[in-house]
């Protein structure tokens, strides 16, 4: 069963990330929006090898580049992912 993780908090304010990257499975993804996007400049997440994707919005309204290993997703897209994904589970 593929998990979509949704982190909207810093990983540099507090550990919901790490704790994300502990449970992500094979067939699970990331998504990082608000501050969570700042998550983009963590090279943990990278080397986990699960799929990342970044709310575009919220990248641009920081000025963060998105690097190439992860995917930027408009709101139809994150609509689209929560479709294609079995469960979402949002790291509150």
């Not at 929006?33 to 080397?47: E, I, R």
Request: proline share 4%; charged share 15%.
């Amino acid at each position: 069963m593929s998990t979509l993780h949704v982190v909207s908090h810093s990983p540099f304010t507090d550990a919901r990330l790490a704790s994300c990257l502990r449970v992500c499975g094979a067939k699970d993804a990331i998504l990082l929006c608000g501050d969570g996007t700042y998550a983009l400049h963590n090279p943990a997440l990278h080397s986990q090898g699960v799929k990342v994707f970044v709310l575009a919005e919220d990248s641009q309204a920081r000025n963060l580049p998105v690097p190439d290993w992860a995917s930027s997703v408009d709101y139809s897209g994150f609509v689209q992912l929560s479709i294609d994904y079995d469960k979402v589970n949002t790291w509150l």
